[in-house]
């Protein structure tokens, strides 16, 4: 059961990480080389990353119900690696409900982020959640890649 358990660990995190790379470093930078416009790659890269955020969140549940499961206790819960997931889903959860939910209204009464003049009010907040977006994402990253490495590192829970 315990290599179920740690196979389980590995996908849910793999999956989660794998897919911010792939996101950012392969659909982001295609949906802008080659859409029509940057409202429709932006709109694309926003439906994306929705989704990649509810993979994620129940990725990391996977993993830390495995966790707890492999060590028979919930105190698995405050082992690094543990602690780095809950910190995943907690920024993921505040990038998804938060700063996409207000980019995504914005985006809405713009009509066009691409038109909308940088000095508008408008445009000047998105751009602001923008860099937060990028910054939250980035910071999930970095907690996965740890994440992972901790849970390689440490065969015992």
Not at 42 to 64: D, E, F, P, Q
Not at 81 to 104: D, F, R
């Amino acid at each position: 059961m315990s290599t179920v358990l740690r196979y389980l660990e590995f996908l849910s995190l793999g999956t989660w990480v794998g897919g911010i790379i792939f996101l950012s470093f392969v659909v982001a930078p295609g949906a802008f080389a080659m859409l029509g416009s940057r409202d429709q790659a932006g709109a694309l890269v926003g439906m994306s990353l929705g989704r990649l955020h509810w993979l994620g969140v129940i990725a990391g549940v996977i993993y830390l119900i495995a966790r707890v499961a492999e060590g028979k206790s919930l105190s698995a819960l405050i082992r690094p690696a543990a602690g780095l997931v809950i910190l995943m889903i907690a920024l993921t959860l505040v990038s998804q409900l938060g700063v996409s939910a207000k980019m995504l209204d914005l985006r809405t009464q713009m009509g066009s982020v691409e038109r909308t003049p940088a000095t508008s009010p408008l445009r000047v907040e998105f751009d602001r959640l923008h860099q937060w977006s990028v910054r939250i994402e980035s910071t999930v990253l970095l907690c996965g890649l740890a994440a992972m490495f901790l849970t390689v590192r440490n065969r015992a829970l």
